[in-house]
């Protein structure tokens, strides 16, 4: 099993910036890939933000490319979701995400709000 615990979300104005964490623990040995999903009220998840463990290769949904950077610390074993010059419209519960070849993990989210 893996355990994914976020946090860094919270209220912000439009422009501003926040970054979350998420760090990992227990049997995190096969993760080879993280991620970054958000889901707003009545719409569905989805994956924003993701990264190769091994590699550092990243790769972005379009609405947030040149915004919102991932990146990882192998060493603390802890991904972060750099978010800047933020919209109204990215306000959504972010949840991590760890991937091995047979199974997927999430935390338990954390909320972002972006006032206008």
């Known amino acids: 099993q893996v355990q994914l615990v976020e946090s860094g979300g919270g209220l912000v104005q439009a422009g501003g910036s926040l970054r979350l964490s998420c760090a990992a623990s227990?049997?995190?040995?096969?993760?080879?890939?993280m991620g970054w999903s958000r889901q707003a009220p009545g719409k569905q998840r989805e994956l924003v933000a993701s990264?190769?463990?091994?590699?550092?290769?990243?790769n972005y949904e379009d609405s947030v490319k040149g915004r919102f950077t991932i990146s990882r610390d192998n060493a603390k074993n802890t991904v972060y979701l750099q978010m800047n010059s933020l919209k109204p419209e990215d306000t959504a519960v972010y949840y991590c995400?760890?991937?091995?070849?047979?199974?997927?993990?999430w935390g338990q989210g954390t909320q972002v709000t972006v006032s206008s």
């Open positions: 227990g049997s995190i040995s096969g993760i080879n890939r």
């Open positions: 995400s760890a991937y091995n070849w047979l199974n997927s993990y």
């Open positions: 990264i190769i463990t091994s590699s550092g290769s990243t």
